[in-house]
């Protein structure tokens, strides 16, 4: 099986990436990772091929430094890497890197191409299912458990439907997966094939060597902001409170303090309280369908 | 020249809207003026035409009700095909989608395959003065918003976080036109098929998807402790999670860890026992709604968060509630 991992590099949010917003600029000191969901896919690929044989081949579009994700995902054991770069991508979105990985990824003809489901860093997951679309491949995304059958040409894949449901999907070979965090454990390198990985050499294309312009970009950005606070929907208020705490419980999204009176006694009685109170909260008796304050 | 239209996918299944969808009605009724356009629900289903009705009464002008068989569930390879007909013919100006499992996999097959922008995951949505649609969402994991606008290409494709925009109160007299659509489909040409549904099960749900959750810390005490968290969590058919020190001593596997170094959750109710509530431990419950620490310490920084604060010893406060409860039932 020849299997294509498409990987991405992303900005590391923890700590929280602090932006300034007079002149856009990022701070200088980001520290980049591999997009976890990307080195699920990695890991996946990589099972595949201990499973049935074949090859794996990474590949990514962006800057010089994302050589950094592609080596340490050869560390984990893909067999080579391919880099894409232009200037012009800097400005583009999914649909643009979509464009130039499909140009990329169709003269290998792959069995299987594998994306993780979305990035740490946009979360938009808008690659998979175009990059699917300009590859002409049907596409299966936020794959939680997928079974391979080389022999047939088939797939089985249990992706990730609302609340915790899935949907069984099968398709034919080849297609497009993009995985969820979930679907395994990524292994550690062994330290011999990251001494390999940081000498094995990278290609790089360029829109020429793709034989293509640099796509347009349909969407531009035209303004960065601090966040505003969540506009979170605010629980039932509680009546006791005086005007000046509800209006500040309003104010706050997030971690806002409550003004909690705690409740003590003998646990018997404490237990006969807080069962009326999930009673009434309509979290007891459990209701599959429409647990909680929904409803109200 | 297209319409000025703005179009919304709705989502229905298991008998009930997506509450995003409700959300992205009201917005688009908010927005149809100021694009001066009108408010077109799309309906794909298998039998759905009969609740095509209530989607005026949360905004839609007009609902397109397209049914087949093959659209009891949503498969990617059906609705891209039929939207990319629809809107091909009928040119709108803007296409909004719920930002869901069926959202997310469509909006960006379906704009590639209009060479169409796409602005993915949005929060909050304007018009500018040139009528242009202005899309903000997340960037760098939400530290930044950034908003983007697409100049050009049509329609001005979007997914939109659900929560954030909230619904509105349906307006009983609203009606809108009901227009079924016929559509030429060929299921045996589809490369995908949909073997089924398999409903969550609480005890292997992931925490993060979980709407009620009973999580336990270093107050456990031993891992025999646990058929505790385990009872009280099928009593109210909850998953189980727990704090670092809960999975760091063995006790749950690692996928289960709350916090900053584990999964942030979002249930409607979450019963945290024998938790401190450390920094990186509250930052996973942040977008929780109704929390209730267990606690043997008045001090513990956790009661600052919570609705209801039991000031007990879990080992005896929780055999009494589990008992309470079942005596409910
Ligand atoms: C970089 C970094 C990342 C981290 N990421 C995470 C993370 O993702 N998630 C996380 O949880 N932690 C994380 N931590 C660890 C965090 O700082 C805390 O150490 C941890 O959350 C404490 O877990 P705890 O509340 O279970 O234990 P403790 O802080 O020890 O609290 C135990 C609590 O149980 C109470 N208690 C004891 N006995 C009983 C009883 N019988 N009945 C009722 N209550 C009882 C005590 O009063 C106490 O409040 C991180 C730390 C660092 C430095």
Same mark, same amino acid.
């Not at chain 1, 929907?233 to 971690?255: A, I």
């Not at chain 2, 959750?213 to 385990?230: P, Y």
């Given at each position: 099986m020849k299997i294509v991992v498409c990987v991405k590099q992303v900005v590391d949010t923890t700590p929280p990436v602090e932006l300034d917003f007079r002149t856009s600029r990022l701070p200088g000191n980001l520290n980049y990772i591999v997009n976890p969901a990307d080195e699920n896919a990695t890991e996946e690929a990589l099972r595949l091929k201990e499973r049935h044989g074949g090859e794996v081949i990474l590949i990514s579009a962006g800057p010089p430094r994302i050589t950094r994700a592609l080596r340490a995902c050869l560390a984990m054991g893909a067999d080579r890497a391919i880099h894409i770069w232009h200037p012009a991508l800097e400005e583009g979105d999914g649909l643009v890197t979509a464009q130039l990985l499909a140009r990329a990824i169709a003269p290998l003809s792959p069995d299987l191409v594998l994306c993780g489901n979305r990035s740490l860093d946009e979360g938009t997951g808008q690659v998979p299912p175009a990059l699917a679309e300009f590859l002409g491949l049907p596409q299966i995304t936020g794959v939680t458990l997928l079974e391979v059958s080389p022999a047939e040409a088939r797939i089985m894949a249990h992706r990730k439907l609302e609340k915790g449901c899935r949907q069984v999907v099968k398709s034919g070979l080849p297609a497009l997966v993009s995985v969820d965090t979930s679907i395994n454990r990524c292994r550690y390198p062994a330290f011999r094939s990251v001494r390999w990985a940081r000498k094995e050499p990278i290609t790089t294309l360029d829109y020429e060597a793709l034989g293509i312009e640099p796509p347009d970009c349909p969407t531009h950005l035209?303004?960065?902001?601090?966040?505003?606070?969540?506009?979170?929907?605010?629980?039932?208020?509680?009546?006791?409170?005086?005007?000046?705490?509800?209006?500040?419980?309003?104010?706050?999204?997030?971690?806002?303090?409550?003004?909690?009176?705690?409740?003590?006694?003998?646990?018997?009685?404490?237990?006969?309280?807080?069962?009326?109170?999930l009673t009434q909260e309509h979290f007891f008796p459990p209701n599959a369908d429409n647990p909680g304050r929904d409803g109200h | 020249?297209?319409?000025?239209?703005?179009?919304?996918?709705?989502?229905?299944? &298991?008998?009930?809207?997506?509450?995003?969808?409700?959300?992205?009605?009201?917005?688009?009724?908010?927005?149809?003026?100021?694009?001066?356009?009108?408010?077109?629900?799309?309906?794909?289903?298998?039998?759905?035409?009969?609740?095509?009705?209530?989607?005026?009464?949360?905004?839609?002008?007009?609902?397109?009700?397209?049914?087949?068989?093959?659209?009891?569930?949503?498969?990617?390879?059906?609705?891209?095909?039929?939207?990319?007909?629809?809107?091909?013919?009928?040119?709108?100006?803007?296409?909004?989608?719920?930002?869901?499992?069926?959202?997310?996999?469509?909006?960006?097959?379906?704009?590639?395959?209009?060479?169409?922008?796409?602005?993915?995951?949005?929060?909050?949505?304007?018009?500018?003065?040139?009528?242009?649609?202005?899309?903000?969402?997340?960037?760098?994991?939400?530290?930044?918003?950034?908003?983007?606008?697409?100049?050009?290409?049509?329609?001005?494709? +979007?997914?939109?976080?659900?929560?954030?925009?909230?619904?509105?109160?349906?307006?009983?007299?609203?009606?809108?036109?009901?227009?079924?659509?016929?559509?030429?489909?060929?299921?045996?040409?589809?490369?995908?098929?949909?073997?089924?549904?398999?409903?969550?099960?609480?005890?292997?749900?992931?925490?993060?998807?979980?709407?009620?959750? +009973?999580?336990? &810390?270093?107050?456990?005490?031993?891992?025999?402790?646990?058929?505790?968290?385990?009872?009280?969590?099928?009593a109210l058919q909850a998953a189980v999670g727990g704090s670092r020190v809960a999975i760091d001593n063995g006790w749950l596997p690692a996928e289960r860890q709350i916090g900053l170094t584990g999964k942030t959750v979002s249930a409607k109710l979450i019963i945290a026992c024998g938790i401190s509530g450390a920094s990186q431990f509250m930052a996973g419950i942040k977008d929780c709604q109704f929390v209730i620490p267990v606690n043997t310490d008045r001090a513990a920084p956790i009661f600052k968060i919570a609705d209801v604060g039991i000031l007990a010893d879990m080992h005896k406060f929780l055999p009494s509630l589990i008992s309470q409860l079942g005596r409910r039932t």
């Open positions: 035209v303004k960065l902001a601090p966040p505003r606070p969540r506009p979170k929907k605010t629980l039932t208020m509680d009546s006791s409170l005086s005007p000046e705490e509800r209006v500040r419980q309003l104010m706050s999204g997030g971690l806002a303090e409550k003004k909690t009176t705690l409740w003590e006694g003998t646990p018997e009685d404490l237990a006969t309280r807080l069962a009326r109170v | 020249m297209g319409s000025r239209d703005l179009w919304v996918l709705a989502e229905h299944s &298991g008998g009930a809207w997506q509450e995003v969808t409700l959300e992205l009605l009201g917005e688009a009724k908010r927005l149809a003026p100021l694009v001066r356009g009108k408010v077109i629900a799309l309906l794909l289903g298998k039998e759905v035409s009969a609740v095509a009705a209530d989607l005026a009464e949360y905004g839609a002008d007009t609902v397109y009700v397209v049914e087949h068989p093959v659209l009891e569930t949503y498969i990617t390879e059906a609705y891209t095909s039929i939207l990319h007909g629809l809107i091909t013919r009928e040119k709108p100006e803007v296409l909004l989608l719920g930002a869901t499992s069926l959202g997310r996999d469509l909006a960006s097959r379906l704009a590639a395959r209009l060479k169409s922008g796409l602005v993915a995951e949005c929060v909050a949505l304007g018009v500018n003065s040139q009528g242009l649609l202005e899309m903000t969402r997340a960037a760098y994991g939400g530290s930044v918003y950034a908003t983007r606008i697409c100049p050009e290409a049509r329609p001005q494709i +979007v997914t939109v976080c659900p929560g954030v925009i909230g619904k509105e109160k349906p307006d009983k007299r609203r009606r809108a036109e009901v227009i079924e659509l016929k559509v030429d489909i060929d299921p045996d040409s589809f490369q995908t098929q949909i073997a089924g549904v398999i409903p969550a099960d609480p005890k292997t749900i992931d925490i993060s998807e979980a709407d009620v959750l +009973v999580a336990c &810390g270093r107050g456990l005490g031993s891992k025999e402790k646990l058929t505790l968290i385990q009872e009280l969590a099928d």
